[in-house]
């Protein structure tokens, strides 16, 4: 009952609500029109701007994955207490909001911030480095924003395999580069599979983030719709966008989970 009240209705209604007619003055006109995805797919900025969103959360993905699984191996193979610290060191980004963390990047990455100004000090560079506005800003924003959701179910996976299965192939003559190849990486993918889709779920809806980093001169999927709904008004548009957005980044889920299921399998 609660999950068709608070997720059900609300899809059924941005369904409903793409394909209203357009109005000017009001939300949305009267009858029912397609004229929200004919000018999505007739318009080749937002064709592109769909691929440099999904290339985005692509991008952020696999930074968080070959940055979160040596920590999360890391914090396995820990002690007790060292393991407590790594594990609230990793928890302990998630105790402040998503504004703040992204506003302090914009500290860091900013022409005159804490990065270039040190650059400049040490006489590395003449010329502030282009770290702001730009699609790099914004992945390196994300990465950090979102690498614990990569390395949590990373760390859960492996905490579950039995550590008799790596003896054992030690003591059939296996490397330790082995033992991780074949025995060690198979048995995490559950984890990595789980860690890849939910950051790049997150990275692919990311708002605030890319709209305080990338500025005014780059714009995400997400960043269109709210100012399609909010400021332009434009109801069905702005639906047929996140519906849009939705599917794509739906599909690329399943085709990754399809991908790497034999794998682990």
Not at 181 to 187: K, S
Request: charged fraction near 10%; glycine fraction near 10%.
């Amino acid at each position: 009952m609660l999950v068709t009240a608070f997720l059900a209705i609300p899809y059924v209604n941005i369904v409903l609500m793409s394909f209203r007619a357009p109005a000017q003055g009001a939300p949305y006109g009267e009858g029912w029109s397609l004229d929200g995805y004919t000018r999505f797919f007739a318009e080749p900025l937002y064709i592109e701007m769909l691929a440099n969103t999904i290339g985005l959360g692509l991008v952020t993905t696999a930074i968080c994955l070959v940055l979160g699984y040596p920590v999360a191996w890391a914090i396995v193979q820990a002690g007790g207490r060292m393991r407590a610290l790594l594990y609230a060191i990793v928890l302990s980004p998630l105790l402040v909001g998503i504004v703040v963390r992204s506003y302090g990047w914009t500290i860091l990455l900013g022409n005159n911030g804490v990065i270039n100004r040190t650059l400049r000090d040490w006489g590395w560079i003449d010329f502030p480095l282009p770290l702001m506005y730009n699609e790099t800003g914004i992945v390196i924003a994300l990465a950090h924003v979102f690498l614990p959701f990569m390395i949590l179910p990373i760390m859960g996976t492996l905490q579950g395999i039995d550590p008799a299965l790596s003896q054992a192939a030690r003591s059939l003559g296996a490397s330790r580069t082995t033992v991780f190849r074949r025995v060690i990486l198979p048995l995490s993918m559950p984890g990595v599979q789980s860690g890849c889709i939910l950051v790049f779920v997150l990275a692919l809806s990311a708002y605030v983030t890319p709209m305080l980093i990338g500025g005014m001169r780059v714009k995400t999927m997400t960043v269109l719709v709210v100012d399609t709904l909010i400021d332009a008004f434009r109801w069905p548009f702005g639906s047929a966008l996140a519906l849009i957005l939705a599917v794509s980044g739906g599909l690329v889920v399943v085709l990754f989970a399809a991908l790497t299921r034999p794998k682990w399998r």
